[in-house]
């Protein structure tokens, strides 16, 4: 794990979480919603207990019910980054979430025959002034089963 705890980094990532680059293969829209509601399974408990709301990144092109279906499937409700976290300046203590404690945000998916690849970002709000928002950085690997999709990895990828 790669732990990037500084106030510079804090900043460089506000960015990064509006803004990522997105791959995304071709697969049908029910194995799409299998996959994610498992890979966000999978990294709920990486935050702590409380409201979650679940986004994904504008690039993904995942229709409004479609998120809509996954965020119930994993107990959460759907939002939008820019509706859920608040920045009064650009640094690291100017940030809080609005409305949820946990927010996750879908940003990437790469899918490779049998393999895929989910990477999220995590936010959650803490009781620390200097930096109010715990974010991290996180690709879950799953593979397709009979069932569905199972996540088999799971790697913290940034931490701030």
Not at 4 to 17: D, Q
Not at 24 to 35: E, H
Not at 66 to 76: G, P, R
Request: charge should be positive; proline fraction near 4%; aromatic fraction near 4%.
């Amino acid at each position: 794990m790669r732990s990037l705890r500084h106030a510079g980094f804090a900043l460089s990532l506000l960015p990064l979480l509006s803004s990522t680059v997105v791959a995304r293969a071709q697969v049908p829209q029910q194995q799409t919603t299998s996959m994610v509601a498992e890979a966000l399974t999978r990294v709920r408990g990486l935050a702590p207990a409380g409201a979650t709301a679940v986004g994904f990144a504008d690039g993904l092109a995942i229709p409004d019910a479609q998120a809509a279906t996954i965020a119930k499937a994993v107990h959460a409700e759907r939002q939008h980054l820019r509706d859920v976290r608040v920045c009064t300046a650009r640094e690291p203590g100017a940030c809080h979430l609005v409305g949820v404690r946990v927010f996750i945000q879908v940003n990437k998916l790469d899918v490779a025959g049998d393999t895929a690849r989910v990477q999220v970002s995590i936010m959650d709000e803490t009781t620390n002034s200097a930096q109010p928002v715990h974010y991290q950085q996180v690709a879950v690997t799953l593979v397709r089963t009979g069932n569905g999709w199972r996540a088999v990895g799971l790697r913290r990828l940034l931490e701030s």
